[in-house]
């Protein structure tokens, strides 16, 4: 049962560089969205998706692309990484966006020097 | 802006004991609110509460939802170890496509 499969679980980069968080699910899910989650502020919502072909932008979008090519694949690429992107990151995923049946990943602790 | 509010923001108590969480919130256009608990890493759902004065139960885990004033409760009763972790909560205020307003969550640890 793999769910909601998120790599890398750690990555460090220096500012400026970039990179791509990976999300993938085998639950032929059309919903899927990432999140960020920083201390003293909860998790907020940075893109989302409604199915192949078809993104949005969430709370905090700046910085950060997505792409959604596939059902199963969502990645997230930070374009030239800065210090305000340190978080934890999730994916999760649902049926249909059904709040309660959003499955999260577990998590990529991202640090940006 | 939507926005919501969890109180405590940690809570330490013994096992055995019984916790309220709270929850408040402010959304435009209130869909549903929802529960998850974080343990390590991956929050996990508990509860969605859309209407007013129904209870949801799960084993020693409860909610309710007040709409006119705009607050949940979870309470957990009889309180173990295992109960330790991070309480969400959010709202769905969107009208459409998942756009969850979490909270900043409450830290509760359940001793010996």
């Known amino acids: 049962n793999a769910g909601v499969t998120q790599t890398p679980k750690f990555q460090v980069l220096k500012t400026g560089q970039s990179m791509t968080l990976q999300c993938a699910q085998d639950?032929?899910?059309?919903?899927m969205s990432w999140y960020r989650q920083d201390p003293g502020m909860g998790l907020r919502l940075i893109h989302y998706s409604v199915g192949a072909g078809i993104t949005d932008q969430g709370e905090v979008p700046n910085g950060y692309n997505v792409s959604r090519s596939t059902t199963e694949d969502f990645p997230l690429r930070l374009l030239s990484a800065a210090p305000s992107q340190t978080s934890v990151y999730f994916c999760a995923s649902s049926y249909d966006g059904g709040n309660e049946k959003l499955f999260f990943g577990s998590g990529t602790q991202l640090s940006v020097l | 802006e939507d926005k919501v509010v969890q109180s405590p923001l940690s809570l330490v108590v013994h096992e055995g004991d019984t916790v309220t969480l709270n929850c408040s919130y402010e959304v435009t256009n209130f869909r549903s609110l929802l529960w998850y608990k974080q343990e390590k890493k991956a929050p996990t759902f508990l509860f969605m509460l859309t209407s007013s004065g129904i209870e949801k139960k799960s084993g020693r885990l409860s909610s309710i939802l007040d709409k006119k004033e705009l607050f949940s409760i979870l309470n957990i009763t009889a309180t173990q170890t295992g109960d330790s972790a991070i309480y969400l909560c959010?709202?769905?205020?969107?009208?459409?496509?998942?756009?969850?307003?979490f909270g900043t969550g409450t830290r509760l640890q359940v001793t010996l």
């Open positions: 639950m032929n899910h059309e919903y």
């Open positions: 959010a709202v769905d205020g969107a009208g459409t496509a998942s756009k969850l307003t």
